[in-house]
């Protein structure tokens, strides 16, 4: 299936759901926040909520500082 993932078309033929996308890039899904086509997804909907395709999904990192 064709995703957007932070601005960039990409094919993608893993798993069903967000968090299998995650473990496709090699992103730990508590390092990040996700939004779905412009829904900011709860921590607890990370690994369950479905792909499909077109969708539009940005991942932020977390960034320690200070």
Do not use: C, H
């Not at 078309?9 to 996308?21: F, I, K, N, Q, T």
């Amino acid at each position: 299936m064709e995703l957007t993932i932070n601005g960039e078309r990409r094919e993608y033929s893993g798993g069903p759901a967000v968090g299998d996308l995650l473990r496709f890039l090699g992103i730990n899904p508590k390092a990040v926040a996700i939004e779905r086509n412009l829904r900011i997804l709860l921590r607890s909907e990370i690994e369950n909520e479905p792909l499909e395709e077109g969708d539009r999904v940005e991942i932020i990192r977390m960034i320690g500082g200070g």
